[in-house]
């Protein structure tokens, strides 16, 4: 398990090998990014974008939240994290495309779907709940089919890509560029349990890539 000076030993080996062998890559990158994807993902430990996708630096534009989950556009009240990264990789870095990057076993999935936290107070779940609150039309859904269960849980986790990407469609500058043909949205689960990554596809269905 890693604590703060196991960090410090990894980035003396990360300084001394990969920094030294991809040493040009990252004098071009001292001199600005130009990433083509931008990656919305959950903060999972387990669930790291560049480690999935074999991503060399520079090459995706990330946001991790708690499940992965974008807001949807509005400009009243309140800080958004989400809101300006998607803003920044669009209208500045202009990405061409943007994944909505789901996963097994996660747990603020889980907690939409159990309900556990809605009466929890900040501090103690409370900003968790809130946040969640983004799926409760999707929890409502999977519920009157699925119920409280592992499926329920499964079925949860794809229909949270869906808000997502529902969401994302909400922000006019990303609408106009989807609509425009200059940017395009995806949507994916990764499973931890098997490593398995399934693409969720024009029919609405998630398959196996």
Not at 116 to 143: C, H, M, N, T
Request: net charge negative; aromatic share 8%.
């Amino acid at each position: 398990m890693s604590n703060f000076h196991d960090l410090i030993d990894g980035y003396y080996k990360f300084r001394g090998t990969e920094w030294l062998e991809e040493r040009e890559r990252w004098k071009e990158l001292a001199e600005g990014q130009s990433p083509r994807v931008m990656v919305i993902a959950c903060s999972d430990s387990r669930v790291e974008p560049a480690t999935i996708f074999g991503s060399r630096p520079g090459e995706i534009f990330v946001v991790r939240n708690v499940a992965n989950l974008v807001p949807p556009f509005e400009t009243g009240g309140g800080l958004h994290g989400v809101s300006a990264a998607l803003e920044f990789a669009v209208t500045v870095l202009k990405v061409d495309e943007i994944l909505v990057l789901g996963h097994g076993a996660c747990g603020g999935v889980k907690a939409a779907l159990s309900g556990d936290l809605k009466d929890a107070a900040p501090g103690e779940g409370g900003f968790v709940a809130s946040w969640i609150k983004l799926l409760d039309d999707a929890r409502a859904k999977v519920i009157a089919e699925h119920g409280k269960t592992p499926e329920g849980q499964t079925a949860l986790e794809q229909e949270g890509v869906r808000t997502s990407l529902k969401n994302l469609m909400t922000f006019p500058f990303v609408k106009e560029r989807v609509e425009a043909g200059t940017l395009e949205l995806h949507g994916a689960v990764f499973a931890i349990a098997d490593g398995k990554l399934r693409v969720l596809q024009d029919s609405g269905a998630f398959e196996p890539a």
